[in-house]
């Protein structure tokens, strides 16, 4: 093993103003854990992006290595369910928070956190998918195990162009859903319509303040913005329906009324990918090896290079990004 090796670093000083900056590193400076795992393959989620441009309090521990995912190789474990050459996955955990995170050559973990690999899934498509694409599948799982099928109606994606909603899209088609796709960049439609959206609507039709109780309109939901969006989502959800929410790009607030639980009978689905036990995990990555169409998944992601990481989390805070984003650690 090479050392030192190159990371990305959030600091603050004194004054609690967060700086970030690429340097090299040694194993001395990661933390404790049971798994040494040399990194191949990580991503940018938005949580990462929030972390890298300070734009919330993601980070609670300097200085800090961000990255809240990765996929590679064990190098050495005194974990029991892990050896050196088992190759792993990881999402969240607070890995890129609390803990030393994946923007680095390599990552001391606590076993665990970890999961194996499923056969099929290479490190560059695990982090294609990501924790964005297995937040996707845990959402999806929820709307199943609630009761929703096909045959029951639409299910409405917000924040269709982000990682969330771009894998929620393929998984749902692949599935044979009807999805409705919100979005707030129209001319991405064709896009969206690629990976298996049957109609486009405009964002704003949704991010406004809007009634206690709308049109019904669709029979579920997968939304990653919450605040007005989630509210409307509820609001227009057909009787007996749900909705699968899991993130607050737009806002953790949400004005909303009873009407549409107690009128309509639906259901508010709350998923958690950070701290999900591990039999969902892997019951969720076993689902994406068997049901998402990586040509869709290849089409709706990009690869960069590790020094591309902060410019690239940063475009993707401010919108500019679509799909999934990959780092390739291994060159």
Known sequence: MQQPFKAIVISRDDDKVQSVETREIGFDDLMDGDVLVEVEATTINYKDGLAITGKAPVVRRWPMVPGVDCAGTVI???HGDFKAGDEIIL???GVGETHTGAYARYARLNGDWLIHRPAGISAHDAMAIGTAGYTSMLCVMALQRYGLKPEDGPIVVTGANGGVGS???SLLSQLGYEVIASTGRPQEADFLKSLGATEIIDRNELSEPGRPL???RWAGGIDSVGSNTLANVLS???YGGGVAACGLAQGMDLPATVMPFILRGIALLGVDSVMAPKHLREEAWGRLATDL???KLHALSK???FDD???TATALIDGKIRGRVVINMGG
Do not use: P, Q
């Open 309 to 311: 990481i902060i410019a």
């Open 214 to 216: 709308g049109k019904e």
């Open 293 to 295: 169409d990586f040509d």
């Open 236 to 238: 227009m959800t057909r």
């Open 91 to 93: 999402n969240g955990w």
């Open 76 to 78: 050495e474990s005194t």
């Open 167 to 169: 894998v929620a899209i």
């Open 303 to 305: 690869t960069i290079a």
